[in-house]
């Protein structure tokens, strides 16, 4: 599917917050219940403008991450940001590094996924209605808003365009040997949230590309090469903080510039 240009139609744009992104203080917003018949119960949007553009911001986690990533109910999410009228998801993924230049505090816009998760519902076309619902998927992350990202990140050495991102199941973190199998995969990133949200908004015909900040070395990945170091997770919540005001830098950037 080939992307329109931001301007020659409906700009209307949803930030999906991961983890430690639960609300965005420069978005003056205010809070919409809405409903899909994917889920229970009804689901949190907030709703605001920045320069003159709809942005809505939806907390995947929830508003204080009560939902773990095998539990987020990803079809809900994605059809209510559809009936809001979202053409476009910017989404922030946190993601520990496997490639040797991604390290901790690294910001990387990936362009290519592979989807190692199971059991997750993770399409709209479950029932046959006599035409072959598939959507091409080569490019998965394709934006109108990737040019505006890469102008950013030109000024800088912590953010890298391009890589792939493996999505596993978690919730716990991976071995030292599943790493270095997603390694030999051709993976940079390994994260738990992009799948199958990235296909369900494709599904919907809304494009999609994700912010990752890089909150870890990947299982294995320490530089200390002697010893297989242990993740800190309180390591991790710290770089997520710090890295979290520049992923709202580039946001504001990318959603503000001409
Ligand atoms: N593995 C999977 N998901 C993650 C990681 C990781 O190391 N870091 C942040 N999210």
């Not at 998801?89 to 998760?117: C, E, F, K, L, R």
């Not at 296909?199 to 294995?220: D, H, P, T």
Request: aromatic fraction near 8%; hydrophobic fraction near 40%; include cysteine.
């Amino acid at each position: 599917m080939q992307w329109m240009t931001i301007d020659s139609m409906n700009n209307s744009v949803a930030i999906i917050g991961g983890s430690g992104f639960y609300h965005w203080p420069l978005l003056k917003a205010v809070s919409k219940t809405t409903l899909s018949k994917y889920a229970n119960e009804p689901l949190s949007v907030e709703l605001g403008r920045i320069a003159d553009r709809p942005v809505s911001f939806l907390a995947r986690h929830g508003k204080n991450h009560s939902i773990p990533p095998h539990k987020i109910n990803y079809r809900a999410n994605i059809d209510a940001l559809s009936q809001l009228g979202i053409k476009h998801i910017i989404a922030v993924n946190a993601v520990g590094g496997i490639n040797i230049n991604m390290a901790p505090g690294s910001i990387v816009i990936p362009d290519q996924i592979i989807d190692y998760t199971w059991g997750r519902e993770h399409t709209f076309f479950d029932e046959f209605n006599g035409e072959l619902d598939h959507i091409d998927f080569t490019s998965p992350l394709e934006s109108p808003f990737r040019d505006r990202v890469a102008q950013f990140a030109d000024n800088s050495d912590a953010i890298h365009c391009g890589g792939t991102y493996a999505c596993v199941q978690g919730p716990r973190l991976e071995t030292a040997a599943e790493i270095r199998k997603l390694a030999r995969d051709g993976c940079d990133l390994v994260g738990m949230t992009m799948m199958p949200e990235a296909a369900l908004a494709r599904e919907k015909g809304i494009s999609y590309m994700s912010i990752c900040l890089v909150c870890n070395w990947a299982a294995g990945m320490s530089i200390d090469k002697r010893a297989l170091v242990p993740i800190s997770i309180d390591e991790m919540k710290s770089v997520l903080e710090e890295g979290l005001t520049k992923v709202q830098q580039l946001l504001q950037y990318t959603l503000t510039s001409n």
